[in-house]
């Protein structure tokens, strides 16, 4: 996805996450851990593309308590492809310290 469509589509998730709270009593804390985790993902798809030159896409989904985050490189950097995706997974931790799974694809 390009980036300025990929932005506009977090523009939106963004908005709907802020109008989230006056859904509160049917939903819970949903709208803030939706606002949250884009914000999370919009800082780490910066911090890919500053330490390793990359475009990424980066998407979570919680279901049952359980905190998936996605990251799909545009490409496959140079180098060992283990080293690679450990940098990408201790990028991604740092941003979603408490994700229960993190699932990475170049």
């Known amino acids: 996805?390009?980036?300025g469509i990929y932005v506009t589509v977090?523009?939106?998730l963004l908005a709907v996450g802020s109008a989230a709270?006056?859904?509160m009593g049917c939903c819970g804390d949903l709208g803030s851990q939706l606002k949250e985790g884009m914000e999370k993902s919009i800082a780490c798809n910066d911090d890919i593309k500053k330490e390793m030159g990359?475009?990424?896409n980066v998407?979570?989904?919680i279901?049952?308590?359980r905190k998936v985050v996605n990251v799909v490189l545009s490409e496959t950097p140079p180098g060992d492809a283990v080293a690679t995706k450990a940098k990408v997974e201790a990028i991604v931790r740092r941003h979603?310290?408490?994700a229960d799974e993190i699932d990475v694809k170049m």
């Open 10 to 12: 977090l523009a939106s």
């Open 63 to 65: 279901s049952d308590g």
């Open 54 to 56: 990359v475009e990424a």
């Open 59 to 61: 998407s979570f989904n």
């Open 21 to 23: 709270p006056a859904m």
């Open 96 to 98: 979603f310290p408490d």
């Open 1 to 3: 996805m390009k980036r």
